[in-house]
């Protein structure tokens, strides 16, 4: 079967791919701290901090998306006070999407992260401070290298988690096409529309493209193995 | 003084107050039990352990007060963990070099030849610690502390956690490291044997307080503090090869009080050499003893004379010739002896551990 994309799904692609590599680029970043501080931290708090962050694992999407639509359309708390300050509210937006999957893939970046961060543990940190390293130095040549499969990790579940977003993205994005409608919702549209055919194609392009992503990992995580470090 | 430090605590039902002057040169033990506060105190130097009521001054730099306190990187020190703790993604190579590259180059005294060299370290260099024993582990360790060319050497029980054999083959190391380093090192144990060998200057540590700071010698044979009346009581003799009677198979080494004959040590002669003798290995006699099968015999005076918690007991602090000796003998026989202060009298000496 010979596949063939329409420009619309082509563009639903692009969205998808767009979607994934922003919404993990930014959580990685901010992630990363605050796993550190989960990782480490003595507050007795932590149990409540702990529950919010695995929380969108257990809600169903849809749920999620409801709260976020009400959130960030025009009257909700975000959206409101960035339409009373001359913006555009997030409802149906692109941005309001990035919010959504940052969301739902929390999770998935965390919990590898506090992982590995646990793992490495503080005193080969206190180490590289008797040896002359600063703060930021220690983070870069001694946490990341340590806390590679981690991050590593944490990335591919956290892309992975969003190609197959559905349920948040229909909530707060809507379906516009070359915005808001990524591939997983051009399927649906397209077997309610009785276009196999179109279906096909697309789905077919998400599983080989999810399988090479996970083979590439599990082939670059043998490869990162650290000698003598569990993950 | 070197560093002049006071830090104050009190966390839960540990409090920690005490005043310390540790000498810029030789290694200082801060000895102790656990729980006495020993690495506390190692942590605290360093920059570690942050506390709220703390002064120190190194070389008369600040290092820390109620308004200042010089992060741990900052600080010109060299760092042993009990565990080596070396970077598991790391060959030996890179970690000994890790805190070498972040020292500006001028500053550079020590290279790495040189503490491959002092450690022994040739053959381990590319392998990555897991590869390692737990000795040669810790060798790199140290070695990676002393490539940062420190100003301060910390130790904190870099032995506690190795097994006997692996503590003989560090133990030569560390000797080496004391005779050869012009740097201050301030070692934690809990072992009497290891301060007895390594230090020269201690400081006696009970519940978070200093009993006493000064001279291992003085230390170890004062009688008003527990060490003279522990079970292994002992007095360090320093003194120097002087010569080899291979035939034998022992070494005589010389001192103001006299000669002691050891073992046949391996060392030139006229090298500084250390004994320490227990104090249950020392027995007295009035007048010198011709028939018996003790080596050492040494004249000496009787400076004082004190009860010992082991009934029936006594400690004789015994002067050799301006070295000090312990002797734990029997309340009987210091009764039909009749010793007193003052008197001259022969320690036979049973046993000498070399150091």
Not at chain 1, 52 to 61: A, D, E, G, H
Not at chain 1, 130 to 137: F, I, V
Not at chain 2, 51 to 79: C, K, M, S
Not at chain 2, 139 to 161: F, H, K, N, W
Request: neutral net charge; charged residues 15%.
């Amino acid at each position: 079967m010979p596949i063939s994309l329409s420009p619309q799904d082509t563009m639903a692609l692009w969205v998808t791919f767009k979607l994934a590599v922003i919404s993990t680029t930014i959580l990685l970043v901010l992630c990363a701290p605050a796993a550190w501080w989960l990782a480490h931290t003595r507050w007795r708090g932590k149990v409540v901090v702990e529950a919010l962050v695995t929380l969108p694992l257990v809600l169903p999407p849809t749920v999620l998306g409801f709260y976020l639509l009400l959130l960030l359309g025009p009257r909700g708390w975000v959206g409101g006070t960035l339409e009373s300050m001359g913006f555009n509210h997030l409802a149906f937006s692109f941005t309001g999407l990035v919010i959504g999957s940052m969301i739902y893939s929390l999770p998935f970046v965390m919990q590898p992260l506090t992982n590995a961060f646990q793992a490495t543990g503080t005193r080969v940190l206190e180490v590289a401070a008797t040896l002359r390293a600063s703060p930021l130095d220690r983070f870069f040549t001694i946490v990341a290298p340590l806390a590679r499969r981690g991050f590593l990790t944490a990335a591919v579940l956290s892309f992975a988690h969003t190609l197959g977003e559905f349920g948040v993205i229909i909530m707060v994005g809507g379906n516009i096409p070359g915005q808001t409608q990524v591939a997983s919702i051009a399927i649906y549209d397209h077997v309610e529309a009785m276009d196999y055919q179109s279906a096909h194609a697309l789905a077919l392009i998400l599983v080989i493209l999810s399988f090479s992503l996970l083979l590439a990992v599990y082939g670059l995580n043998r490869k990162f193995k650290v000698v003598g470090v569990g993950s | 003084m070197s560093i002049q430090a006071r830090f104050r605590l009190e966390r839960g039902d540990f409090t920690l107050d005490v005043e310390l002057q540790i000498p810029g040169k030789g290694v200082t033990a801060l000895f102790g039990r656990s729980g006495s506060g020993k690495t506390t105190i190692l942590r605290c130097l360093a920059g570690l352990e942050r506390i709220e009521d703390a002064r120190l001054q190194f070389n008369g730099d600040l290092w820390q007060d109620a308004t200042f306190f010089l992060p741990v990187h900052q600080r010109p020190l060299g760092y042993v963990f009990q565990e080596a703790s070396l970077f598991p993604h790391l060959n030996a190579r890179n970690n000994l070099l890790y805190g070498f590259k972040r020292i500006p180059a001028g500053e550079r005294r020590v290279k790495l030849d040189d503490v491959v060299t002092l450690l022994g370290l040739e053959t381990l260099l590319d392998r990555y610690p897991d590869a390692l024993s737990g000795g040669q582990r810790q060798r790199v360790a140290i070695g990676r502390a002393l490539l940062t060319s420190p100003q301060l050497l910390l130790m904190d029980e870099p032995m506690a956690s190795l097994d006997v054999a692996s503590k003989g083959e560090i133990l030569p190391y560390l000797e080496r490291l004391r005779d050869e380093l012009s740097i201050p090192v301030v070692y934690v144990s809990h072992s009497i044997e290891e301060v007895a060998r390594l230090a020269d200057h201690m400081v006696l540590l009970e519940a978070g307080r200093a009993l006493a700071q000064g001279p291992l010698q003085t230390l170890l044979t004062r009688t008003d503090l527990p060490l003279a009346h522990s079970e292994q009581a002992s007095a360090v003799i320093e003194g120097t090869v002087a010569v080899h009677h291979a035939p034998d198979h022992l070494t005589e080494l010389a001192f103001a009080g006299g000669s002691l004959l050891i073992s046949h040590q391996e060392r030139a002669v006229g090298t500084p050499l250390r004994a320490r003798i227990l104090a249950r290995d020392v027995s007295v006699a009035l007048t010198r003893p011709d028939a018996s099968s003790v080596l050492n015999a040494l004249q000496v005076r009787i400076s004082d004379i004190s009860d010992d918690p082991q009934p029936g007991h006594v400690i004789l602090t015994l002067d050799a010739g301006g070295q000090t000796l312990l002797a734990r003998i029997s309340l009987r026989s210091c009764r039909q002896l009749a010793l007193a202060k003052g008197q001259t009298v022969w320690a036979m000496v049973k046993g000498v551990a070399v150091t």
